[in-house]
């Protein structure tokens, strides 16, 4: 099953989304004219890698490793910041693709009800929440944790809470035939939670090493569930006029 747009209409327009859109695309085609092994070297640099983030590994030795292997990148200092600049990059033409259809289908209504800053900042806090979900599960993790899934996933589980009966259109695939068909949100985005959980017990996910990073997924999703209702902007009061004075 793949959504590819809803029936929810916005009052204004995503420039958020768009503009992380853009931001995720312009990158990804910088990662493509690089040539080999300087493309793999970059994910190395500015990828999210638990083990150098919790201290297990220094950044000085990272360095060297990747000025002997010819690298132009240096991880960013402090290492901490790799979490913000692993959200854009991404790994394939289905990797982004995935992560900004996504994005653009679910975060356009986010942001009309957070507006434009407030959802950018919910969006780098539920995206931190989610790396950190994942390297708990991975401290000795060596492999760089990339893309925007778990700040998308705080979008999902943000869209969860505040459009449940949006209705949203769906390739469905059964065995041999597509058809089209209209799910509510609620469904659609917990289906797509409980398969996050199941690739979960994949042994090879605890230790980072089964190459989708899904505790950031489920992380990412509660975290956005979790926190939507606190940064949504407070409705002013009406003021009651006392007329006969």
């Known amino acids: 099953m793949i959504p590819f747009r809803d029936e929810n209409p916005t009052r204004s327009f995503p420039i958020v989304v768009v503009g992380l859109i853009a931001a995720n695309v312009v990158i990804f085609l910088y990662e ?55 959200m854009f990059l991404h790994g394939g033409l289905m990797h982004i693709g995935a992560n900004m259809l996504y994005l653009w289908i679910f975060g356009n209504n986010v942001e009309d009800v957070l507006g434009h800053f407030r959802f950018l900042v919910f969006y780098f806090v539920c995206g931190t929440l989610a790396a950190g979900a994942q390297i708990l599960m991975s401290l ?5 944790m990339i893309g925007a899934s778990g700040a998308i996933a705080g979008v999902l589980g943000a869209y969860y809470v505040k459009f449940p009966r949006a209705r949203v259109r769906c390739l469905v695939f059964l065995f041999f035939f597509v058809t089209v068909a209209m799910l509510p949100a609620s469904l659609v985005l ?3 939670f409980l398969l996050q959980v199941l ?30 209702r606190r940064f949504e902007p407070r409705r002013r009061r009406p003021v009651l006029v006392d007329w006969w004075r």
């Open 140 to 144: 000795h993790s060596n492999v760089p």
């Open 199 to 228: 690739n979960s017990l994949n042994p090879g996910a605890m230790g980072g090493g089964g190459g989708v990073a899904v505790f950031a997924h489920i992380g990412g999703f509660l975290a956005g569930w979790a926190l939507i």
């Open 190 to 192: 917990l289906l797509w």
């Open 32 to 86: 493509l004219v690089l040539p080999r092994p300087q493309d793999q070297l970059f994910m190395y640099a500015y990828g999210a890698i638990p083990a150098l983030i919790v201290g297990h590994v220094g950044r000085d030795e990272l360095v060297r490793e990747l000025m002997a292997r010819g690298a132009s990148f240096t991880p960013p200092d402090p290492v901490w910041l790799s979490v913000f600049t692993s």
